[in-house]
Protein backbone atom coordinates (compact mmCIF):
# COMPACT_ATOMS: atom_id res chain seq x y z
CA UNK A 1 0.00 0.00 0.00
CA UNK A 2 1.36 3.63 -1.08
CA UNK A 3 2.04 6.20 1.99
CA UNK A 4 2.57 9.61 1.48
CA UNK A 5 3.41 11.38 4.45
CA UNK A 6 3.57 14.42 5.40
CA UNK A 7 5.35 15.69 8.67
CA UNK A 8 3.04 18.22 9.71
CA UNK A 9 -0.86 18.29 9.61
CA UNK A 10 -1.10 21.30 11.40
CA UNK A 11 1.18 24.84 11.45
CA UNK A 12 1.05 28.04 12.65
CA UNK A 13 3.12 30.12 11.72
CA UNK A 14 4.40 34.40 11.96
CA UNK A 15 4.34 36.74 8.70
CA UNK A 16 7.63 36.30 7.29
CA UNK A 17 8.83 32.80 9.17
CA UNK A 18 10.01 30.11 6.81
CA UNK A 19 8.21 27.11 6.82
CA UNK A 20 9.43 24.08 5.40
CA UNK A 21 6.58 21.41 4.68
CA UNK A 22 8.11 18.04 4.35
CA UNK A 23 7.00 14.90 2.50
CA UNK A 24 8.42 11.74 2.23
CA UNK A 25 6.71 8.34 0.02
CA UNK A 26 8.14 4.83 0.41
CA UNK A 27 7.02 3.62 -3.07
CA UNK A 28 9.67 4.61 -5.19
CA UNK A 29 7.71 6.72 -7.42
CA UNK A 30 9.58 8.82 -9.89
CA UNK A 31 7.60 12.05 -9.27
CA UNK A 32 5.85 13.90 -6.57
CA UNK A 33 4.00 17.30 -6.42
CA UNK A 34 3.29 20.12 -4.15
CA UNK A 35 -0.29 21.08 -4.35
CA UNK A 36 -2.46 23.70 -3.00
CA UNK A 37 -6.13 23.18 -1.95
CA UNK A 38 -8.68 26.35 -1.31
CA UNK A 39 -12.43 26.22 -1.14
CA UNK A 40 -13.65 27.05 -4.67
CA UNK A 41 -10.55 26.82 -6.35
CA UNK A 42 -9.84 23.24 -6.39
CA UNK A 43 -5.95 22.01 -6.15
CA UNK A 44 -3.79 24.12 -7.84
CA UNK A 45 -0.47 22.49 -8.82
CA UNK A 46 2.40 24.52 -6.89
CA UNK A 47 5.94 22.58 -8.10
CA UNK A 48 6.38 19.07 -9.21
CA UNK A 49 9.25 17.58 -9.61
CA UNK A 50 10.31 14.12 -12.16
CA UNK A 51 13.31 13.29 -10.61
CA UNK A 52 16.21 13.80 -7.98
CA UNK A 53 17.43 17.55 -8.10
CA UNK A 54 15.05 18.23 -10.46
CA UNK A 55 11.97 20.72 -10.61
CA UNK A 56 9.66 22.40 -12.10
CA UNK A 57 7.53 25.28 -11.85
CA UNK A 58 3.69 24.74 -11.92
CA UNK A 59 0.65 26.65 -12.16
CA UNK A 60 1.12 28.90 -8.57
CA UNK A 61 4.70 28.87 -8.02
CA UNK A 62 5.56 32.12 -6.82
CA UNK A 63 6.23 32.83 -2.78
CA UNK A 64 7.59 29.20 -2.87
CA UNK A 65 10.60 26.84 -3.43
CA UNK A 66 11.23 23.10 -3.70
CA UNK A 67 13.87 20.62 -2.84
CA UNK A 68 14.13 17.12 -3.92
CA UNK A 69 17.59 16.10 -2.38
CA UNK A 70 16.65 12.18 -2.27
CA UNK A 71 13.86 10.43 -4.80
CA UNK A 72 11.52 9.80 -1.61
CA UNK A 73 11.82 13.15 0.15
CA UNK A 74 9.92 16.19 -1.46
CA UNK A 75 9.88 19.73 0.73
CA UNK A 76 8.20 22.64 -0.35
CA UNK A 77 9.58 25.97 1.77
CA UNK A 78 7.75 29.24 1.92
CA UNK A 79 10.91 31.59 2.00
CA UNK A 80 8.78 34.41 3.96
CA UNK A 81 5.37 33.53 4.69
CA UNK A 82 2.76 35.49 3.86
CA UNK A 83 -0.81 35.64 5.23
CA UNK A 84 -2.48 34.83 1.77
CA UNK A 85 -0.35 31.60 2.06
CA UNK A 86 -2.76 30.00 4.73
CA UNK A 87 -3.95 26.87 3.12
CA UNK A 88 -4.22 22.93 2.99
CA UNK A 89 -0.95 21.96 1.23
CA UNK A 90 -1.20 18.27 -0.50
CA UNK A 91 1.73 16.28 -1.16
CA UNK A 92 1.48 14.11 -4.03
CA UNK A 93 3.20 10.97 -5.50
CA UNK A 94 2.69 8.91 -8.97
CA UNK A 95 4.92 6.03 -10.18
CA UNK A 96 3.67 6.24 -14.48
CA UNK A 97 7.16 7.33 -16.60
CA UNK A 98 4.31 8.78 -18.88
CA UNK A 99 3.60 10.81 -15.70
CA UNK A 100 1.25 12.95 -16.61
CA UNK A 101 -1.55 10.24 -16.50
CA UNK A 102 0.11 8.28 -13.83
CA UNK A 103 -2.55 7.83 -10.60
CA UNK A 104 -1.38 10.49 -7.77
CA UNK A 105 -1.07 8.95 -4.34
CA UNK A 106 -1.67 11.94 -2.11
CA UNK A 107 -0.84 12.69 1.55
CA UNK A 108 -3.04 13.26 4.71
CA UNK A 109 -2.48 17.04 3.92
CA UNK A 110 -0.64 20.13 6.32
CA UNK A 111 -3.10 23.19 6.97
CA UNK A 112 -1.29 25.76 7.62
CA UNK A 113 -2.10 29.11 8.87
CA UNK A 114 -0.29 32.03 8.96
CA UNK A 115 -0.89 35.10 11.24
CA UNK B 1 -2.81 27.19 -19.71
CA UNK B 2 -5.81 24.30 -19.49
CA UNK B 3 -8.67 25.53 -17.63
CA UNK B 4 -11.16 23.13 -16.44
CA UNK B 5 -14.63 24.49 -15.02
CA UNK B 6 -16.48 21.53 -12.94
CA UNK B 7 -20.22 21.83 -12.46
CA UNK B 8 -22.12 21.80 -10.04
CA UNK B 9 -20.32 23.22 -6.51
CA UNK B 10 -22.56 21.49 -4.82
CA UNK B 11 -25.15 18.59 -5.50
CA UNK B 12 -27.57 17.08 -2.86
CA UNK B 13 -29.25 13.95 -3.73
CA UNK B 14 -32.01 11.51 -1.75
CA UNK B 15 -30.39 8.42 -1.24
CA UNK B 16 -30.91 5.69 -3.81
CA UNK B 17 -31.02 8.52 -6.81
CA UNK B 18 -28.58 9.25 -9.30
CA UNK B 19 -25.67 11.95 -9.22
CA UNK B 20 -23.84 13.41 -12.41
CA UNK B 21 -21.46 16.07 -12.47
CA UNK B 22 -19.89 17.86 -15.35
CA UNK B 23 -16.53 19.27 -16.34
CA UNK B 24 -15.65 21.24 -19.17
CA UNK B 25 -11.81 21.71 -20.63
CA UNK B 26 -10.07 24.06 -22.60
CA UNK B 27 -7.46 22.35 -24.31
CA UNK B 28 -8.24 20.17 -26.74
CA UNK B 29 -4.79 18.36 -26.85
CA UNK B 30 -5.93 17.50 -23.18
CA UNK B 31 -6.18 13.00 -23.39
CA UNK B 32 -6.21 12.09 -19.87
CA UNK B 33 -8.97 12.54 -17.17
CA UNK B 34 -9.43 11.45 -13.88
CA UNK B 35 -11.73 11.98 -10.85
CA UNK B 36 -10.78 12.23 -7.40
CA UNK B 37 -12.63 11.63 -4.25
CA UNK B 38 -12.08 13.22 -1.22
CA UNK B 39 -13.86 12.52 2.05
CA UNK B 40 -14.20 14.74 4.93
CA UNK B 41 -10.97 15.28 6.38
CA UNK B 42 -9.25 12.69 4.47
CA UNK B 43 -6.68 13.07 1.27
CA UNK B 44 -8.18 12.79 -2.50
CA UNK B 45 -8.16 9.14 -3.89
CA UNK B 46 -8.99 8.14 -7.64
CA UNK B 47 -12.08 6.28 -8.26
CA UNK B 48 -11.96 6.56 -11.95
CA UNK B 49 -10.12 7.75 -15.22
CA UNK B 50 -10.59 7.93 -19.02
CA UNK B 51 -8.49 8.34 -21.84
CA UNK B 52 -9.26 10.02 -25.24
CA UNK B 53 -9.53 6.83 -27.42
CA UNK B 54 -12.40 5.99 -25.15
CA UNK B 55 -16.20 7.05 -24.79
CA UNK B 56 -17.19 5.73 -21.93
CA UNK B 57 -15.97 3.26 -18.98
CA UNK B 58 -17.60 1.96 -16.11
CA UNK B 59 -16.80 0.37 -12.60
CA UNK B 60 -19.63 -0.84 -10.77
CA UNK B 61 -21.94 2.68 -9.63
CA UNK B 62 -19.58 4.57 -11.33
CA UNK B 63 -19.29 5.57 -14.75
CA UNK B 64 -17.59 8.36 -16.62
CA UNK B 65 -18.68 9.71 -20.25
CA UNK B 66 -16.34 11.94 -22.59
CA UNK B 67 -17.31 13.90 -25.50
CA UNK B 68 -13.95 15.03 -26.90
CA UNK B 69 -15.95 17.30 -29.98
CA UNK B 70 -17.42 19.11 -27.04
CA UNK B 71 -14.50 18.65 -24.80
CA UNK B 72 -16.50 18.19 -21.62
CA UNK B 73 -16.91 14.75 -19.78
CA UNK B 74 -19.07 13.61 -16.58
CA UNK B 75 -19.16 11.75 -13.93
CA UNK B 76 -22.04 9.21 -13.20
CA UNK B 77 -22.61 8.08 -9.80
CA UNK B 78 -26.00 5.36 -9.74
CA UNK B 79 -28.02 4.17 -6.75
CA UNK B 80 -26.12 6.65 -4.17
CA UNK B 81 -24.95 5.47 -0.82
CA UNK B 82 -24.44 7.58 2.00
CA UNK B 83 -20.78 6.82 1.51
CA UNK B 84 -20.97 8.56 -1.54
CA UNK B 85 -20.93 11.58 0.51
CA UNK B 86 -17.91 13.38 -0.51
CA UNK B 87 -16.01 16.39 -2.84
CA UNK B 88 -15.37 14.96 -6.24
CA UNK B 89 -12.78 16.66 -8.85
CA UNK B 90 -12.27 16.66 -12.00
CA UNK B 91 -9.26 16.62 -14.08
CA UNK B 92 -7.40 16.86 -17.53
CA UNK B 93 -3.88 16.62 -18.61
CA UNK B 94 -2.97 19.48 -20.78
CA UNK B 95 -1.02 17.61 -23.52
CA UNK B 96 1.87 19.48 -24.38
CA UNK B 97 3.07 20.97 -20.93
CA UNK B 98 1.98 17.78 -19.10
CA UNK B 99 0.12 19.14 -16.17
CA UNK B 100 -2.84 17.68 -14.64
CA UNK B 101 -5.44 20.98 -14.11
CA UNK B 102 -8.08 20.55 -11.38
CA UNK B 103 -11.79 21.81 -11.25
CA UNK B 104 -13.03 23.47 -8.31
CA UNK B 105 -14.92 20.58 -7.25
CA UNK B 106 -18.16 19.42 -6.44
CA UNK B 107 -19.82 18.64 -2.86
CA UNK B 108 -21.89 15.93 -2.79
CA UNK B 109 -24.36 15.68 0.42
CA UNK B 110 -26.38 12.02 -0.15
CA UNK B 111 -29.80 12.50 2.23
CA UNK B 112 -30.69 9.13 4.15
Known amino acids: DVKVTQSSRYLVKRTGEKVFLECVQD?????MFWYRQDPGLGLRLIYF???????EKGDIPEGYSVSREKKERFSLILESASTNQTSMYLC??????????????FGEGSRLTVL | GENVEQHPSTLSVQEGDSAVIKCTYS??????FPWYKQELGKRPQLIID?????GEKKDQRIAVTLNKTAKHFSLHITETQPEDSAVYFC???????????FGAGTTVTVRA
Open chain 1, 92 to 105: ASSWDRDWNTGELF
Open chain 1, 27 to 31: MDHEN
Open chain 1, 49 to 55: SYDVKMK
Open chain 2, 27 to 32: DSASNY
Open chain 2, 50 to 54: IRSNV
Open chain 2, 91 to 101: AASMGNDYKLS
